[in-house]
């Protein structure tokens, strides 16, 4: 059985994977944390609606700050 995108998903996707690509090597070419300018550069590639852009921002601080409170708990 093959799951198959829907057509907005998968016109935007090259574009957002682009965006994803660059931020990635700009963010790590000059040393700083990329989400402040993921989220904008994709709200402008893909324009999400509002919620979905919300719920994804927050499961990402989410993953962060278990990933900070893991790693002080170890140190």
């Known amino acids: 059985m093959t799951k198959t995108f829907p057509p907005e998903l998968r016109r935007c996707l090259p ?3 682009a965006v994803g690509a660059l ?3 700009l963010t790590g070419l000059f040393g700083v944390g990329g989400g402040f300018l993921i989220v904008p550069a994709l709200t402008v ?3 999400p609606p509002a919620k979905a852009l919300q719920r994804a921002f927050s499961v990402f601080v989410l993953a ?3 990933f900070v409170l893991v790693r002080v708990a170890v140190a």
């Open 15 to 17: 574009r957002a994977a």
């Open 45 to 47: 590639v893909s324009r």
């Open 64 to 66: 962060v700050a278990v």
């Open 23 to 25: 931020v990635g090597f």
